[in-house]
């Protein structure tokens, strides 16, 4: 019933690029007419993985091969497919079809996701020269990084996974007198309305690491001292019993 009508349209009057944050609950509409005025509607959609439609019409007869949490919703004022905690494998390309009491719509909605990084800021030793990281991982679109002092000596490094998430890396190396207490990295990114600042320290991790390897050394020192001190001992002792 429903795949037959599917053919009929072979242009889509609107097509238009939409982004959702990441969690949302999304709601697409494919046309204005009044609920009571629509006869029948179907959605093909396009994802990453799959390919699936959700039709319904007026004879209660209804379709869906998504079977992901996504449902075809009324109001008396509209009809609109709803998708429940919008996440990235719901990115793809939506395309509807609505046929109504004396005409018929079609369109195509590129849908994408805005969801935020996870970000992060440390210092580190690279050489004798101390360095300052911030770290925006996985967001969508790419987060900016700034920096409030020496902005232009910093490197910036932007990657991509295979899934459309990007992490982006900025590098900022300090001059040997300045006090890294104040400088800070503000990360800005769509998904938020504020932007976020941090300020890069030595990590816990590293600096556990770096009192694990003082205590490693303080200890094979002891022992050695410890050795030679019998070893001396025992000389004296033989030395004075050779004798
Ligand atoms: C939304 O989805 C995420 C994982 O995709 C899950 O952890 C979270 O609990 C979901 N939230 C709701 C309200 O269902
Ligand atoms: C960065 O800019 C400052 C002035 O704004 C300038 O003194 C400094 O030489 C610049 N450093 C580099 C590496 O371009
Ligand atoms: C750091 O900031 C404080 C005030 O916020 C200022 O007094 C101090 O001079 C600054 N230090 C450096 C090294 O910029």
């Given at each position: 019933m429903?795949k037959?009508?599917?053919?009929?349209f072979?242009?889509?009057?609107?097509?238009r690029?939409?982004?959702?944050?990441l969690g949302?609950?999304?709601?697409l509409?494919c046309?204005?007419e009044?609920?009571?005025?629509?006869?029948y509607?179907?959605?093909?959609i396009?994802?990453?993985y799959k390919?699936?439609s959700i039709?319904?019409?007026n004879d209660?007869?209804?379709e869906?091969?998504?079977?992901?949490?996504?449902?075809l919703r009324?109001?008396?004022?509209a009809?609109y497919l709803?998708?429940?905690n919008f996440?990235?494998?719901?990115?793809g390309v939506?395309r509807c079809?609505t046929?109504y009491?004396?005409?018929?719509d079609?369109h195509?909605?590129n849908v994408?996701i805005?969801?935020?990084?996870?970000i992060?800021a440390w210092?580190?030793w690279?050489g004798?020269?101390m360095?300052a990281?911030?770290?925006?991982?996985r967001g969508?679109p790419?987060?900016?990084?700034?920096?409030?002092?020496l902005?232009?000596?910093s490197?910036?490094?932007?990657?991509s996974?295979?899934?459309?998430?990007?992490?982006?890396?900025?590098h900022?190396?300090?001059?040997?007198?300045?006090?890294p207490k104040n400088l800070?990295c503000t990360?800005?990114h769509?998904?938020?309305?504020?932007?976020?600042t941090?300020?890069?320290?030595f990590?816990a991790?590293?600096l556990?690491?770096?009192?694990?390897?003082?205590?490693?050394?303080v200890i094979?020192?002891?022992v050695?001292?410890?050795?030679?001190?019998?070893?001396k001992?025992?000389?004296?002792?033989?030395?004075?019993?050779?004798?």
């Open positions: 429903c037959n009508k599917a053919t009929i072979a242009f889509f009057s609107v097509v690029n939409a982004s959702f944050y949302s609950n999304v709601n509409i046309s204005n009044l609920r009571s005025e629509v006869m509607v179907l959605w093909n396009d994802l990453k390919r699936c039709a319904h019409n209660g007869q209804s869906d091969s998504c079977n992901d949490g996504k449902s009324y109001t008396p004022t009809v709803h998708i429940p996440s990235n494998d719901d990115v939506y079809e046929v009491r004396g005409g018929a079609a195509m909605i994408e805005t969801a935020p990084p996870s992060s210092l580190e690279k004798n020269k360095v990281v911030c770290k925006a991982e969508k790419a987060a900016s990084i700034s920096w409030s002092h902005e232009n000596s490197s910036l490094e932007t990657w996974g295979s899934d459309g998430f990007f992490t982006v890396e900025s900022l190396e300090l001059p040997e007198n300045m006090d800070s990360v800005r769509p998904y938020w309305e504020e932007e976020k941090l300020v890069p320290k990590t991790t590293r556990h690491f770096t009192m694990m390897c003082i205590c490693i050394v094979i020192i002891a050695l001292a410890g050795i030679l001190f019998f070893a001992k025992k000389l004296r002792c033989c030395g004075v019993a050779g004798r």
